[in-house]
């Protein structure tokens, strides 16, 4: 079984920054891709930001050029680095692992709320 564990979130004022962090329980080369996923009450969880094991980058369009994700191999750990907070940012943010086969894992959450 994977654990993945989110850390990071908090209470940020607009115009700033936080970094996410996800850390895995193993290898994250041993992953196809690794994701972060955003969710506010009553809608959709939504992709923001993914990172393939070939180190490919995609992000929703709503994120593009104030996000950036990373992943520290040696640390088993993936980073979402979250400028230009807008308050429209606020949701909780979920890591995911894709691995072989299509089995996913996630995380646990963690709130991030963008608010003056």
């Known amino acids: 079984q994977v654990q993945l564990v989110e850390s990071g979130g908090g209470l940020v004022q607009p115009g700033g920054s936080l970094r996410l962090s996800c850390a895995a329980s193993?290898?994250?080369?041993?992953?196809?891709?690794m994701n972060w996923y955003r969710q506010v009450p009553g809608k959709q969880r939504d992709l923001v930001a993914t990172?393939?094991?070939?180190?490919?980058?995609n992000y929703a369009d709503s994120v593009k050029g104030r996000f950036t994700i990373s992943r520290d191999n040696a640390k088993n750990t993936v980073y979402l680095q979250m400028n230009s907070l807008k308050p429209e940012d606020t949701a909780v943010y979920y890591c995911k692992a894709t691995g072989v086969g299509g089995v996913h894992y996630w995380g646990q959450g963690t709130q991030v709320t963008v608010s003056s």
């Open positions: 193993r290898s994250i080369f041993s992953f196809n891709a």
């Open positions: 990172i393939t094991s070939g180190g490919t980058l």
